[in-house]
């Protein structure tokens, strides 16, 4: 199998190398399978002052990294506290690493809980990145932003007294890749800031975005689609091959949302259904589910693993079909885990951010018992810091990485989203 990176949702530990795709590790990163809790059901009534206490706190915590920088430059956030729910992880790659697609999310969380300067502060750092930077990083360095794009992410090492620069010395350096989920999650909350305010600068940054996609990321062949946008690995960045449905997903919502507001320079309504074709062609009936996204040829169906993000975001796009709820069925089936969902079928942990996503989706569909038990559960993973931990486990599987116990600002910013029941790929007005 080709080396692939089938969800743009993946910031768990970038100092570890394990994202190769190939299918031999992946084999190994299975856990053994846990026996799924169900989270019982509770009235809405009695929910609804929680819920609105988890976007509160969660909306207050995005909002006070923001306000701690000094001055008004725009910000990146740093994705990961340390385990203590306090202050920079330990480790080096972690330590100042902003993922562009949590600050994407926490411009969207900051935006539905009403919070806007915080939102315009992190959205003009991101807007910097696509119009500045040759094609946008999946990581940049945390921090004010004071030039024309924000730094590459790197870290001084203890040991030889030395500057690692994440993009030329990292030889782990997915965080130097470009993928298309990230690209497109960013262009989503500068069209969310073009949706609050009416500024051009939000939309055409956005559009932008989504003229590297159409340049870089085309595929007419095969199953069509879009690929997966550049890989950096071992410090030789090149075109991915694979395609992710989740990508797609993403990529769908984008171009509609720029056909929706009839922005310049592009068939976005095409293209939206070019991506949005080859998601449905990654239903199978048969088992009621969506494959991940395909093999490095770009057309085989990937069977393994089932990946939650997939089946949860499909629900959320514009007149899904019905069909396809089933997928969240099959969610019940292969990733309940104990207090929610797991990110894949080994189904080793509840990942927090992913259950936040589940509580979304039930909301969306109309089953809003089911979101309400999950908000309880979610409220549990409040770190000290006031960020969300990734997991409560010690360690879960993602896809050819893993997520740790660490706060972590995806999943506090998909707490927000949810619990304001706020749709990320629809304007909120």
């Known amino acids: 199998m080709a080396k692939w990176n089938g969800s743009s949702t993946i910031s768990p530990i970038a100092a570890i190398p394990v994202k190769t795709g190939m299918a031999a590790l992946f084999a190994c990163l299975l856990l053994t399978v846990s026996a799924a809790t169900p989270v019982r059901a509770t009235t809405t009534t009695t929910a609804a002052p929680r819920i609105a206490a988890l976007a509160r706190t969660g909306c207050d915590a995005i909002a006070a990294r923001v306000d701690a920088l000094p001055g008004n430059s725009p910000v990146l956030l740093r994705s990961?506290?340390?385990?203590?729910g306090h202050g920079a992880p330990d480790l080096p790659p972690l330590h100042?690493?902003?993922f562009t697609y949590d600050n994407a999310l926490a411009v969207i969380a900051l935006l539905a809980c009403g919070r806007r300067p915080?939102?315009?502060l992190i959205g003009e750092a991101l807007r910097r990145a696509a119009m500045h930077d040759t094609r946008l990083r999946d990581v940049y360095r945390a921090g004010a932003v004071e030039g024309d794009e924000p730094l590459p992410n790197g870290w001084r090492d203890g040991r030889s007294k030395h500057w690692v620069d994440a993009a030329h010395e990292y030889s782990g350096a997915y965080q130097d890749g470009t993928s298309c989920g990230n690209v497109a999650w960013t262009a989503l909350a500068l069209l969310a800031l073009h949706d609050a305010t009416g500024e051009r600068?939000?939309?055409?940054?956005?559009v932008h975005l989504a003229d590297w996609v159409v340049a870089n990321a085309s595929d007419a062949h095969d199953a069509a689609g879009f690929r997966g946008g550049v890989e950096s690995y071992l410090l030789v960045p090149r075109n991915a091959a694979w395609k992710s449905t989740e990508h797609n997903i993403d990529l769908a919502a984008m171009f509609a949302w720029l056909a929706r507001i009839s922005a310049p320079d592009g068939d976005w309504s095409a293209?939206?259904?070019r991506a949005r074709d080859f998601v449905a062609q990654q239903?199978?009936?048969?088992?009621?589910?969506?494959?991940?996204?395909?093999?490095?040829d770009g057309a085989t169906p990937l069977r393994s693993p089932s990946a939650l993000d997939v089946q949860l975001?499909?629900?959320l796009l514009p007149d899904a079909p019905k069909a396809w709820r089933r997928a969240l069925d099959w969610v019940e089936r292969t990733h309940a885990a104990k207090g929610g969902y797991a990110f894949t079928d080994a189904r080793d942990g509840m990942w927090t951010e992913g259950t936040a996503q589940a509580a979304l989706a039930w909301r969306w569909v109309g089953d809003k018992h089911k979101a309400d038990a999950l908000f309880a559960s979610i409220a549990q993973q409040t770190s000290p810091g006031g960020f969300l931990y990734a997991t409560p486990e010690p360690r879960i599987v993602a896809l050819y990485a893993w997520y740790y116990h660490r706060p972590c600002l995806a999943a506090t910013a998909w707490a927000v989203i949810a619990a304001s029941n706020r749709n990320p790929y629809l304007p909120k007005s």
């Open 313 to 315: 975001w499909a629900q």
């Open 283 to 296: 239903w199978d009936a048969a088992s009621g589910h969506f494959w991940t996204g395909t093999e490095g």
């Open 201 to 206: 600068r939000w939309r055409d940054a956005a």
């Open 80 to 84: 990961y506290d340390s385990r203590r």
């Open 96 to 98: 100042s690493a902003a």
């Open 118 to 120: 915080q939102a315009e």
């Open 271 to 273: 293209q939206a259904r």
